[in-house]
């Protein structure tokens, strides 16, 4: 294979899931491949969080949410980059495209899509005008970036499937590639612990705060189990937003609920230290409403927890058989679900074992192997 020099966009990975697939991806870039050369474009926000001795690293500074600035980087921005640097291959890792681009362009599409379930019937109506207004953008964007580019690669299966569905994009264009994490680093199946006679039950939702994270819901649910008198903790990460669609409606739930002190909101944690919430928790709570694909899925199974996830198309495809599923409207019915793994200690064990071998299928090496052939294949 000759070295190419490949340029990767990656100014939209700021946080969450994107900000993490950033990291393991230099990461393993500089072991993994030692014939092409890689720029990274990355957010001025990552500034001395993702460090590189071999992968040449620049940060932009393209405007906290200036859509328009956005598009001229994507647009105007990288075509200059092309040029100067005589890149090869340009490998655009947030949902955008470069249109008419001069080299072979891969893109990487992570964003919802319209057709994912419950995206228009429940989160969309929540949005102001202008946000609707903009994600409508978004989509159009999208579509047209997945034509642009020649090849468009998703993180799972039925987000593929939904996308060919919505857009009628070739089937030779599509490649499926799951994400996955350093499972060395949350392995912890033989450390577990009996949790049948414990005084407090410790739930783990290991997220950020957005509108399809379905709070609400969870919040209902963990009234009921109050009412019930089954003695919880839920550990979170989450930081709310005014700016989030569903804050006042959540906020008000939270407020009106005797709660407050059965949750721990732990702010923003590094990830290099994240793990420590798997080890010390007992049930991982994963009641989404949609999804392009679920970082903390792969982690709680490597981390070999007992886990409740919403159901929903892409929590089946990564967990199958290693979670119970619940109706993601229905707090009731996750409530149940709750009961039911604090209570049978057999049916815990069972998923326990069972979600730490189902995460041997999603090494991040093997995801970063994959990657490499495409790339190949682009070029």
């Known amino acids: ?5 490949i340029l ?5 990975s700021k946080m969450g899931g994107a900000s993490t697939y950033l990291k393991n991806l230099v990461k393993e870039l500089e072991k993994a491949d030692s014939v092409n050369q890689y720029i990274i474009y990355i957010p001025s926000e990552q500034a001395g969080k993702i460090i590189s001795e071999k992968i040449k690293i620049r940060l932009v500074n393209y405007g906290e949410g200036s859509y328009l600035r956005r598009i001229w980087w994507d647009q105007i921005g990288i075509r200059k980059i092309i040029k100067k640097e005589k890149i090869d291959i340009l490998f655009s890792v947030a949902n955008f495209a470069t249109f008419f681009c001069p080299v072979k362009q891969l893109l990487l ?3 919802y899509l319209y057709s ?3 995206l228009k019937k429940i989160i969309l109506p929540k949005f102001s005008f202008k946000k609707r207004i903009m994600f409508c953008l978004k989509q159009f964007l999208i579509y047209f970036s997945a034509k642009a580019a020649d090849l468009v690669m998703f993180p799972s299966k039925s987000m593929s499937e939904d996308f060919e569905k919505l857009y009628k994009i070739p089937k030779r264009k599509i490649v499926i590639n799951h994400y996955g994490t350093y499972l060395d680093k949350f392995a912890g199946y033989n450390q577990k612990k009996e949790i049948k006679n414990k005084k407090i039950y410790k739930l783990l939702y290991c997220t950020m705060y957005t509108e399809c ?3 609400s819901t969870l919040f209902l649910t963990l009234n ?3 009412k019930q008198n089954i003695n919880f903790q839920l550990i979170t990460p989450a930081v709310f937003s005014k700016k989030t669609s569903t804050y006042k409606v959540d906020k008000e739930l939270l407020d009106s609920f005797p709660i407050k002190n059965n949750i721990i909101f732990t702010g923003k944690i590094p990830y290099e230290k994240i793990d420590k919430l798997y080890k010390e928790a007992d049930i991982f709570l994963w009641p989404t409403l949609t999804e392009s694909f679920g970082h903390p899925l792969v982690e709680a199974m490597a981390s070999g927890l007992p886990i409740i996830a919403s159901d929903i198309p892409i929590n089946r495809e990564i967990c199958k058989d290693a979670a119970l599923y619940f109706d993601p409207l229905d707090y009731e019915d996750l409530a149940d679900k709750i009961k039911l793994l604090i209570e049978n200690f057999k049916l815990r064990r069972d998923l326990e074992e069972k979600s730490f071998q189902r995460s041997k299928f999603f090494d991040w090496r093997d995801h970063v192997k994959r990657l490499l052939q495409v790339l190949e294949r682009t070029s």
């Open 116 to 118: 994912m379930p419950y």
């Open 224 to 226: 009921l189990l109050k």
């Open 213 to 215: 994270k379905n709070f």
């Open 1 to 5: 294979m000759s070295s190419k020099k």
């Open 109 to 111: 599409i992570r964003g």
């Open 8 to 12: 990767i966009n990656a100014i939209a």
